[in-house]
């Protein structure tokens, strides 16, 4: 049900983090290891920021990652100090384009893991509450694309922890009152090129793994073996759905309903409360 | 701006309208004369019916309909008696097999050639209008996939031209009150598996071209050289956005704002006037 | 490394055998359980003969089997008494229809399980000894396809074990001039629309695995609840990379290096040897 | 059949070229004006170099140009100083991304417009002439791929123009042989990412159009109200299978059999001859 990552920091390769580490992104395709399923076959992501560009790039594909010719050699020739890339395993809406992750509207990038439960029940719901001038931006069929329109419709671009925390509420209303026990479940990696969002939480406090990289300067002295340590910068970050190897040190795991802040300056790691409309959603 | 193609009659090869006729529907995809465009390349469609299936079977690809290999293996294997085949040339939506005709509901399928004009601007209220328990079937983002569900809640099913009257109807009531000054523009055909209706129309008044084949009858005597209508029976009929070749009395012009009813006994060709809310809709 | 299955009997729908079975082809298009690899995602192809039909048809898609819509479509409106189906993971070569099986030459199909070892140093070889009528219809890159066309060149068409052992005999002894230890790993079948041949072996003795239903009337009687069995005839017979399910006496693995032939009359399990060029090849 | 262009210059954004120009190779794709056919359906390709990458990358997609959004993606965010660009209309070989162009060896990449004639007769004959070393690169089934691969063994990477003669010399002694009275029909782009050479030559003299852009300076005085201009390099320079607009004074044509050179100081425009075995060939 999904894998996906995002780095932020020095300017890298694509490839270092698709292809390159052991359990790279790419090869979590095949073979997840923390997942419901080991395969995400069922489409591929990324979007990616320029220093001078507007708005991210995204390029998103309906073939496997790990046969896609395209997506080898976009990785191995750009080079970006942010993004957001995810592999998909459908669960149950169709295969296109306009349901690979990362979701673009303006300068925001969205990819998740996990489903909005009994979907077909709810989605009526969900896509009216969508604000009226964003409604028309919405192009596929995946409930991940109708939380990153609802998030956007709570105040994503002012403030994404409050938004996404009156989104989730909001979900959960609308789950409960069509009788679903646990309506989200749920890891989202968002970004507006600056900062990165990430957050885990699911209704039944069960939620999809994510962990973030541990400091550079502390894997650096772990590890002084590792030469790309050296050249990244301290302020760089990876958040990931899984490890992409087995380095000692290196992960650590999001803790359940919580959500981190990549930043200049310190990062943060909070306690995610989902905000109910009675509280002012 | 895609061309489509119903047949009725006796149970014959998809290719003999899809690939064997001069100006076949593959032909038009490339060579389209009387469309807007002379591409057909956004997608392909075909639903058939069987004697014994309960619901059509439909194969839709976003590869454009010359070059699919697949298309032409089906084509020349299938057999069927009903069938409704489909071009696309998108008007900006996305190209995914979502978005490709003909859209299916039950044993219902539908064609659409044309656009429901600012689609983005009237989308959202289209949709709302959609029956609760149809919205989850939505699945692309196509104005004539929306059309297709607005039909069936304004009862298709039940009576298809009183339905798509009160459809084109309330499309218009909804553009002008967002100041689209003609909101519709279209060819429509539909099939429970055992009619065919075929609609003409626009809000204009300056309606795709459509066209239906003359009674086999008339067309055997003009034309004593052509084997094939030895072959197919008495009722076989053909409609089509435009002739699939120069036949000389073998096509006649659906007249502006009409349809026509492909049906056991004695077809039907009717005026079509679209039913706006005041008058019940 | 791609599973395969050829079916032979009463005239069934293709999804009985592609979808329903518990652990049917497409299921094992993420899950198989004897191959090399649990997902094959590269590929999907089905081959089908009909009574009146010359040719057979073949759809062949690069979408993983088990998103790709359309395959769910054809396979459950088309019926046949005679078809193989196949799914690919790539050990390689590019991902694209024209390397998907089965291959067709006029009216065989072909399909592979298993590689030529270094096929890049004896691929030019191995082309170049393919009969000059046949070298033009080579459309893919694939060492499956080579060896099909190697096979019709050693006269697949007359006698097909004969064609084939004489194609592996060459194989082997090109691969040796190159100094491949061993050349050929593979199970194979191949139709001629009447008989079904399938074998198995490897250079090595250590082939992919390959098994063949039992008689129908055995399963019958050790299965009387399985309606479907009561309906087929008794000339039904399966051949596949690996069982449908775990049906109790319903499997036989075809021993290392034989190859069976299922027919009009009594089916065929004999050794199979490759034939070298000093023994007349 | 076929469109193509190469860049040379200043670096840009490869949609300076691909979708800004009013009759851009994406426009190309749908509304060719000088090639046999309008449309230009059958693949697109992007080949681009970058001043600190060794071998160029290739985007190479089978979807058509104008509705591939990849490509719009990708061409906004890529800049280059030097890239070649196609788009594909088959003459019949399958639709795939191994016969799109452009092909890549090394550091070389290669555009072909035109067709080896009867290429099912002479395909043999001419892959047996590839270098062994090189034949196992040979992916797809085009005519265009082949002649790469024979300019590679004649020696492209030494001194491009005298392996194109050599080449071209091959093919029209083979052709002859097989009764094949104009077996060439050619303009083809080459590049080592430091120059462009560009071959406009066909057996019957009546080759396909190509055309170089004037001279920077030329332009910029004909035309001082476009700022582009002011913003490339003098040595920029575009070479296109037919003008990227109305440019009056922009576009040279060139002369039938000959061949251009891109590169550091003064371009070169030369005749082409054939080079024929008996002649050292």
Redesign the interface.
């Known amino acids: 049900m999904c894998r996906w990552l995002a780095y932020s920091g020095s300017p890298i390769l694509l490839e270092a983090l698709l292809y390159r580490p052991e359990h790279s992104l790419i090869d979590q395709s095949?073979h997840a290891r923390m997942g419901v399923?080991?395969?995400n076959?069922?489409g591929f992501g990324v979007g990616?920021y320029?220093p001078d560009?507007e708005t991210p790039?995204?390029?998103?594909?309906?073939?496997?990652a790990?046969?896609d010719?395209?997506v080898r050699?976009?990785a191995?020739?750009?080079r970006s100090p942010l993004f957001l890339s995810h592999i998909r395993a459908?669960t149950g809406?169709?295969?296109?384009?306009?349901n690979c992750h990362p979701f673009r509207y303006d300068k925001w990038l969205w990819v998740h893991n996990g489903l909005v439960r009994d979907?077909?029940?709810v989605?009526?719901d969900l896509?009216?509450a969508v604000d009226?001038s964003l409604?028309?931006y919405?192009?596929?069929?995946a409930d991940s694309e109708t939380l990153f329109y609802l998030a956007l419709t709570f105040g994503l671009e002012d403030d994404p922890p409050k938004a996404v925390e009156r989104m989730v509420g909001f979900v959960e209303e609308v789950g409960h009152r069509h009788g679903v026990e646990h309506p989200i479940q749920m890891t989202i990696g968002t970004s507006d090129g600056k900062s990165v969002w990430a957050f885990r939480y699911s209704s039944e406090g069960d939620s999809r793994t994510l962990f973030y990289s541990t400091d550079v300067r502390t894997v650096r002295e772990l590890h002084p073996e590792l030469e790309v340590l050296q050249l990244v910068s301290e302020e760089t970050r990876i958040v990931v759905s899984e490890p992409l190897g087995d380095l000692s040190g290196a992960w650590n795991e999001v803790p359940e309903s919580s959500y981190g802040v990549v930043q200049d300056g310190e990062d943060e790691l909070r306690p995610f409360r989902p905000a109910y409309s009675q509280s002012g959603g």
Chains 1, 2, 3, 4 share one sequence.
Not at 57 to 64: K, T
Not at 93 to 98: R, S
Request: aromatic share 10%; charged share 25%.
């Open positions: 095949r399923e080991t395969t076959g069922d990616w320029e560009a790039a995204v390029f998103r594909s309906i073939e496997p790990w046969n010719r395209n050699e976009v191995s020739h750009v459908s809406t169709a295969v296109q384009q306009t979907f077909h029940l989605k009526r896509s009216l009226e409604y028309p919405i192009e596929g069929s």
